[in-house]
């Protein structure tokens, strides 16, 4: 039988708050920050989208290679493989750069009306000299090499 002394101590711990340990809280804490991060890793890294790298070739000199008709004019082509973006700001001048967003790492995704765009955090980028015209990119993507071999293009 439990008498009333029994009854209380037995509601006073059940009804008692349970706070976690410590170290519960900084595992948690640790597990979800990874989990987090890997989403955000995974958002940054991914595929290079509507530029795709479809017509993009190695070049005998380490460098890649792609088809200047493969470039439209006012626009460009993603080389996601090789991580550049070739563009053609007008006819006949080509430019590449890094397709590597400088705001967090992210391959860029698409050229349109006359600029890169990032994908992960909407950063644009001008197609003439890679600089930001909106951010929250802090600098202008890197420039590369480009030089015309005939009908193609080769980037280094």
């Known amino acids: 039988m439990v008498n009333d002394n029994d009854r209380a101590s037995t509601n006073d ?4 708050p349970v706070s976690p340990s410590r170290r519960t809280v900084v595992r948690a804490t640790a597990v979800t920050g990874v989990g987090i991060a890997g989403l955000g890793l ?6 290079s989208g509507s530029g795709g790298s479809g017509s993009a070739s190695g070049g005998g000199g380490g460098g890649t290679t792609v088809a200047k008709a ?3 004019v ?3 082509k993603i080389l996601g493989d090789a991580k550049v973006v070739v563009t053609q700001p007008t ?8 397709a590597i967003c400088t705001h967090a790492g992210c391959t860029v995704g698409s050229v349109a009306d006359g ?3 990032c994908p992960c955090h ?3 980028f001008s197609i003439k000299d890679g600089s930001v015209t909106s951010g929250p990119a802090p600098k202008p993507l890197p420039a590369k090499t480009v030089t015309a071999e005939g009908s193609s293009l080769k980037v280094s």
């Open 122 to 124: 909407g950063s644009h």
């Open 74 to 76: 006012g626009g460009g």
């Open 13 to 16: 711990i059940d009804d008692a």
């Open 91 to 98: 006819s006949g001048s080509f430019k590449a750069f890094s």
């Open 42 to 47: 995974a958002a940054c890294g991914g595929s």
């Open 115 to 117: 600029e890169i765009i």
């Open 70 to 72: 493969d470039v439209p």
